[in-house]
């Protein structure tokens, strides 16, 4: 056996309305710090995080928006083999609650897994320091999330960097869980064919009629 342990890399894409504190819970986790600046200065598409979960290391790859979710038009790069799907809301916004369900379809349309009834989503209910302004109760995000094969939900603050490390260790925990599953079915990490020709054109376009 090797000496060298297989490093997972897990990609987790947050999903939900703008404002709802997507990149501060982002921030926070990776950078420790309660402000958008870090992201916006690096013009990232992603930050990675590494976690050790039992006797394993693994990378967090965490895809953030840069801001189009207000378009819900996040381009296929941004779903594309997404390990786990945070769904975020603000606990103060009722709107950002009831577009759960968007979110939530619009990933399986987008990233369309193999899988869809037991895709990895967490639910994360931010903003709970502002508790004097909270419309969504902890008892309606969980029967929602009942609702949608049991969901884990996290009640978090990045303001206050509240449950925020306990949240994102369980989505790791969850979707190493379930890549290991998946690794007795290799058709998930078999790339896409690629037929080499001896004559390939270079064309400059991918010869796609779609
Ligand atoms: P988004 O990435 O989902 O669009 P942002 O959300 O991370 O940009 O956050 C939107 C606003 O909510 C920001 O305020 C941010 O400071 C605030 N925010 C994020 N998380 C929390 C939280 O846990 N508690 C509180 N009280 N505020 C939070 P501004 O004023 O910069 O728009
Ligand atoms: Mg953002």
Same mark, same amino acid.
């Given at each position: 056996?090797?000496?060298?342990?297989? %490093? @997972?890399?897990?990609?987790?894409?947050? #999903?939900?309305? /703008?404002?709802?504190?997507?990149?501060?819970?982002?921030?926070?986790?990776? !950078? %420790?710090?309660?402000? !958008?600046?870090?992201?916006?200065?690096?013009?990232?598409?992603?930050?990675?995080? $590494?976690?050790?979960?039992?006797?394993?290391?693994?990378?967090?790859?965490?895809?953030?928006?840069?801001?189009?979710?207000?378009?819900? /038009?996040?381009?296929?790069?941004?779903?594309?083999?997404?390990?786990?799907?945070?769904? @975020?809301?603000?606990?103060?916004?009722?709107?950002?609650? %009831? =577009?759960?369900? =968007?979110?939530?379809?619009?990933?399986?349309?987008?990233?369309?897994?193999?899988?869809?009834?037991?895709? *990895?989503?967490?639910?994360?209910?931010? %903003?709970?320091?502002?508790?004097?302004?909270?419309?969504?109760?902890?008892?309606?995000?969980? &029967?929602?999330?009942?609702?949608? !094969? !049991?969901?884990?939900?996290? $009640?978090?603050?990045?303001?206050?960097?509240?449950?925020?490390?306990?949240?994102?260790?369980?989505?790791?925990?969850?979707? #190493?869980?379930?890549? =290991?599953?998946?690794? =007795?079915?290799?058709?998930?990490? @078999?790339? *896409?064919?690629?037929? #080499?020709?001896?004559?390939?054109? &270079?064309?400059? /376009?991918?010869?796609?009629?779609?």
């Amino acid at each position: 056996m090797s000496s060298v342990r297989r %490093k @997972a890399l897990l990609k987790v894409i947050i #999903l939900g309305d /703008s404002g709802v504190g997507k990149t501060s819970l982002m921030n926070v986790y990776v !950078n %420790k710090k309660f402000s !958008n600046q870090y992201k916006a200065t690096i013009g990232a598409d992603f930050l990675t995080k $590494e976690v050790h979960i039992d006797d394993r290391t693994v990378t967090l790859q965490i895809w953030d928006t840069a801001g189009q979710e207000r378009f819900q /038009s996040l381009g296929v790069a941004f779903y594309r083999g997404a390990d786990c799907c945070v769904l @975020a809301f603000d606990v103060t916004n009722p709107i950002s609650f %009831k =577009s759960l369900d =968007s979110w939530r379809d619009e990933f399986l349309i987008q990233a369309s897994p193999r899988d869809p009834e037991h895709f *990895p989503f967490v639910l994360l209910g931010n %903003k709970v320091d502002l508790e004097q302004n909270r419309a969504v109760s902890a008892k309606r995000a969980q &029967s929602w999330c009942q609702t949608k !094969n !049991n969901i884990p939900y996290y $009640e978090v603050s990045a303001k206050e960097a509240l449950n925020v490390e306990a949240a994102f260790q369980a989505i790791a925990r969850d979707a #190493l869980a379930r890549e =290991s599953q998946d690794t =007795s079915d290799f058709s998930d990490f @078999a790339p *896409p064919s690629v037929r #080499l020709t001896s004559n390939a054109q &270079s064309s400059g /376009s991918s010869g796609c009629s779609c």
